[in-house]
């Protein structure tokens, strides 16, 4: 397995896949609309690749919560996607 960081010009999340089967249409919505949103950054994207193939997903973005009083910086850690196929395997635990 390898893990790499996706870079700006690879397709998004789910449209990657030759088959476009990856990742279900609403979880490939919310990625798309994260790498679109510059209150997202800093992010980083990982891709799990297989034999060359995009086997799980993980997105970290960058979030705040806001409160009467405060603003406070957190990290979300979501959507993480494996393939139904690899789950079990690990591809999620590295």
Do not use: Y
């Amino acid at each position: 397995m390898r893990i790499r960081r996706r870079s700006s010009g690879q397709p998004r999340h789910g449209a990657g896949h030759r088959d476009g089967r990856v990742w279900p249409s609403d979880e490939a919505e919310l990625v798309a609309a994260l790498l679109e949103d510059p209150t997202a950054q800093p992010m980083v994207s990982l891709l799990a690749e297989v034999d060359g193939r995009a086997v799980g997903h993980v997105l970290f973005t960058a979030a705040r919560v806001v409160d009467d009083d405060a603003v406070v910086p957190a990290g979300l850690l979501a959507p993480l996607a494996v393939v139904p196929e690899a789950q079990g395997g690990a591809s999620g635990s590295r």
